[in-house]
């Protein structure tokens, strides 16, 4: 195994051309576990620690984070999305969340990453790049399969950007516990006032993470009778048949964290409270 240091992002993109087994190592947290359980033995590592330009975070009506921002900078900083914030404060420990990236969440491309629903609820873009140019992929053609993607062997994930949808989100998950845990289910809302637009994603409950559209097409119907503009009640009921839409459109399995009913009725329980709680926020 040799282990090739980038110093900058044009090393990086030179060390991957060519070689179809490197792999990027950023903050580590999964892909150490992969090469100590000998899941993993790449024959090239290619740390970006030191890139700088994989850094930067700007908000500006649109937001791009850049691949090495870690959980602890997204809750240090304004990141344009407390529905990411909220994410980033269910990962790991304190040491994880020191060192462990955005970029990592996506290059792994778990369907329990706890980013993933909030990009996809964001309707983010995923930006690549190789020798051969930049690429610019909608999250939602982005993830193929459980921890697949359409990223190339020679492509750096370079950062995540998409428009700012104002603060009128969130992100739920349920865990047997409220950290150190990988999710049973989590579901993302975001309610963009300015462009009238819902996103629903949901995490854990199928091979990829789901954009709920039914339940995205009831809340904006609702939104539309109630005014976008304004903060707004919806009924209990209301509430209750978008929680029931959003568990309806997820594709569970049966597995050691949880059932199927299970998954579903959390989902449901979460996409009513979520709706609740983010009408109300201006
Ligand atoms: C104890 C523990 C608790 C955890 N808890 C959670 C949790 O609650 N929620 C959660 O979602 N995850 C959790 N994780 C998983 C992990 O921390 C996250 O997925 C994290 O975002 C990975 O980021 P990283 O920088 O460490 O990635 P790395 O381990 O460095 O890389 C992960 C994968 O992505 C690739 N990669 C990394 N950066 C790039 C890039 N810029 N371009 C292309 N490919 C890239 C790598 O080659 C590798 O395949 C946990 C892990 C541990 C060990």
Same mark, same amino acid.
């Given at each position: 195994?040799?282990?090739?240091?980038?110093?900058?992002?044009?090393?990086?993109?030179? %060390? $991957?051309?060519?070689?179809?087994?490197?792999?990027?190592l950023a903050g580590g947290t999964d892909l150490l576990v992969e090469i100590n359980f000998g899941r993993q033995r790449p024959s090239h590592i290619i740390p970006i620690d030191r890139v700088e330009e994989l850094k930067d975070l700007s908000r500006n009506g649109h937001v791009r984070m850049g691949a090495l921002i870690t959980y602890t900078r997204m809750l240090e900083n304004d990141v344009g999305s407390p529905a990411?914030?909220?994410a980033a404060r269910t990962i790991g420990s304190p040491q994880i969340r020191n060192v462990a990236t955005i970029g990592g969440n996506l290059g792994?491309?778990?369907?329990a990453g706890d980013t993933l629903p909030v990009l996809a609820a964001l309707e983010a873009t995923v930006v690549l790049k190789s020798k051969r140019g930049e690429r610019r992929v909608a999250f939602a053609d982005f993830m193929t399969g459980p921890k697949k993607s359409?990223?190339?062997? %020679?492509?750096? #994930?370079?950062? +995540?950007?998409?428009?700012?949808?104002?603060?009128?989100?969130? =992100?739920?998950?349920?865990?047997?516990?409220?950290?150190?845990?990988?999710? #049973?289910s989590g579901l993302a809302l975001v309610i963009d006032?300015?462009?009238?637009?819902?996103?629903?994603? @949901?995490?854990?409950?199928?091979?990829? #993470? #789901?954009?709920?559209?039914?339940?995205?097409?009831?809340?904006?119907?609702? $939104?539309?009778e109630a005014g976008w503009e304004k903060p707004h009640r919806?009924?209990?009921?209301? +509430?209750?048949?978008?929680?029931? @839409?959003a568990a309806a459109a997820a594709k569970p399995?049966?597995?050691?964290?949880?059932?199927? +009913? =299970?998954?579903?009725?959390? @989902?449901?329980?979460?996409?009513?409270?979520?709706?609740?709680?983010? +009408?109300?926020?201006?």
């Open positions: 195994m040799s282990v090739h240091i980038a110093r900058n992002l044009d090393d990086a993109l030179e %060390d $991957l051309s060519g070689r179809a087994d490197a792999t990027i990411l914030v909220e792994t491309c778990s369907p359409v990223r190339r062997p %020679d492509e750096v #994930i370079v950062a +995540a950007e998409w428009d700012d949808a104002g603060v009128a989100q969130t =992100y739920m998950f349920a865990a047997t516990r409220n950290a150190m845990a990988i999710s #049973i006032r300015a462009r009238r637009r819902v996103g629903v994603g @949901l995490g854990s409950c199928g091979p990829t #993470i #789901i954009r709920a559209s039914e339940a995205e097409r009831f809340a904006t119907g609702l $939104l539309d919806p009924s209990d009921a209301a +509430a209750k048949k978008f929680g029931e @839409l399995i049966d597995d050691v964290r949880g059932t199927v +009913a =299970y998954r579903r009725h959390v @989902l449901a329980v979460m996409g009513t409270r979520a709706l609740a709680r983010v +009408a109300a926020i201006p």
